[in-house]
């Protein structure tokens, strides 16, 4: 036995159905529609409705009552969408202005290079969880060599500050340029060699250009260091 599709009744004039509203807004390659329809659109289509329907069976008010319900639903969402578009917009200016501000100011920055400028002292930090023993910073210049090492005794839980005034172990002043410091440390018999956080100027600010608007703080040395991971800040 075969079946026969059943041909559709003709529109009225000036009547187009959704299948032919969809397929005539396609957007080319994409598949997708290149228009949404609006609400006098939604309007017209539904009085249009009103005025065919069989006048010996006709449409329930509750069917028209849900099909307002959806428009109304979609019409919201679609100002919801509007609205966060504008708001994520406004965040990423006040996130502009917020790096801004920060220019000139110092952040702390893993691993970041210790820049001796000007014979001011070198801030830096390390977390040390569990405490320590005992602890040894060391500095060391472009080529690698120690200038100067500090052995420091025991150490309390939590962050630890440090600092190096821009002088060797025999007592000279050291030029101004990129260094490098490193902290050794030992805690319940275990070597520890924790991450140094360095006090950097911010000089610049940038969007990192990913599209999850992320903005980067460049520091001394060249180093660029996200917003989103600064946990100290300073003068």
Sequence with gaps: MTT????????????????DYVAKNKTKGTGSTSG???Q?????????????????????NEAFVAQLAQFSQLEATTSMKT?????????????MLAGASM???????????????????????VDLPNGADGVQLQVFDSKGQ????????????????????????????MPDGSYTMQVLASSQGKALQ?????LSTVRSVSNAGTGDNTWLLEVDGGKSVSLADVKQIAY
């Design 4 to 19: 026969t599709a059943t041909s559709k009744a003709p529109l009225p004039s000036g009547i187009v159905s959704y299948e």
């Design 36 to 38: 949404a329809m609006d």
């Design 40 to 60: 006098g659109a939604f309007l017209t289509l539904f009085t249009t409705q009103l005025k065919n329907q069989n006048p010996l069976d006709p449409v329930k």
């Design 83 to 95: 609205s966060l578009e504008s708001m994520v917009q406004s965040m990423q200016g006040d996130k």
């Design 103 to 125: 220019i000139g100011r110092k952040v702390a920055v893993p691993n970041a290079p210790a820049m001796l400028l000007g014979g001011q002292p070198v801030q830096a930090s």
């Design 146 to 173: 120690v200038v100067r090492k500090t052995i420091f005794g025991a150490q309390p839980s939590g962050s630890m500050k440090l600092a190096w005034d821009g002088m060797s172990d025999s007592g000279a002043s």
């Design 194 to 198: 924790p991450v140094v956080n360095m």
